[in-house]
C-alpha cells in the first residue's frame, strides 16, 4: 500500500517542479512574448499574473507533500 502512496507523492513532486519550471519560464519570456503576441503591458501582466498562480499552486503542493511526510 505505501508504494502505491510513494508513488503518488513522486508524481505529485514532479508535477510540481515542472509547474515551478513552466512559470519561472513564463515569467523570464513575458516581455517577448507579450511583443510576439502585439499585446501591450496588460498581456504582459496577464503571463506575470499566470506565472504567480502557477508559483502559489506549487507552494501549496509541495507544502502538502511536506505535512505528509512529516506524518509517515
Sequence with gaps: ???????????QGRMAALVIAAGGL????????SRMFGG???LEMLFYLISLAAFIWSLVVTW?????????
Excluded: Y
Design 40 to 42: 501591450g503591458v496588460r
Design 26 to 33: 513564463l515569467a523570464i519570456f513575458a516581455p517577448q512574448l
Design 1 to 11: 500500500m505505501s508504494n502505491k502512496s510513494d508513488e503518488t507523492t513522486a508524481r
Design 64 to 72: 502538502n507533500l511536506w505535512q505528509k511526510g512529516r506524518d509517515k
